[in-house]
C-alpha cells in the first residue's frame, strides 16, 4: 500500500516556474514507477511526466518537453515535478501516481494522490 500526498501548487505568472512535490508512504516507495498527470476543468487526466524506480529513466509527455523535468529522492520517499516557463495551458489540478513500470497510460498506476491545484495567469 503507498499514500501520496502532493504539495507545492498555487498561482503563478506565465513564465513563472513551481516545483511540485509528492511524499509517498509505505515501504515499497522504492520498488514503484511514479508518474505525474493533470487534469484541466472539464477534460481528461493526461500524462506528464513519469520516472523508474530507480530514477535512471524518466519520460515527458511533448507538451512539456524541454520545460518540466521529473526526479526523485528515494531516501525521501519523494518524487519531485519542476515545471519552468509555465503557461495558461498548464493549468490544471495535478496528481502523482505509483505504479510497476513508468508508463503514460492511467492503468499502469495502482496508486493516485488527492492532486494539488497549479494556476497560470497570463
Known amino acids: 500500500q503507498v499514500r501520496l500526498v502532493e504539495s507545492g501548487g498555487g498561482l503563478v505568472q506565465a513564465g513563472g516556474s513551481l516545483r511540485l512535490s509528492c511524499a509517498a508512504s509505505?515501504?515499497?516507495?522504492?520498488?514503484?514507477?511514479m508518474g505525474w498527470f493533470r487534469q484541466a476543468p472539464g477534460l481528461e487526466r493526461v500524462f506528464v511526466a513519469a520516472i523508474s524506480w530507480h530514477g535512471y529513466s524518466t519520460y515527458n509527455a511533448d507538451s512539456v518537453k524541454g520545460r518540466f523535468t521529473i526526479s526523485r529522492d528515494n531516501a525521501k520517499n519523494t518524487v519531485y515535478l519542476q515545471m519552468n516557463s509555465l503557461t495558461p495551458e498548464d493549468t490544471a489540478d495535478y496528481y502523482c501516481?505509483?505504479?510497476?513500470?513508468?508508463?503514460?497510460?492511467?492503468?499502469?498506476?495502482?496508486?493516485w494522490g488527492q492532486g494539488t491545484q497549479v494556476t497560470v495567469s497570463s
Open positions: 501516481a505509483a505504479g510497476n513500470t513508468a508508463t503514460p497510460r492511467l492503468s499502469g498506476y495502482d496508486y
Open positions: 509505505g515501504r515499497t516507495f522504492r520498488s514503484n514507477a
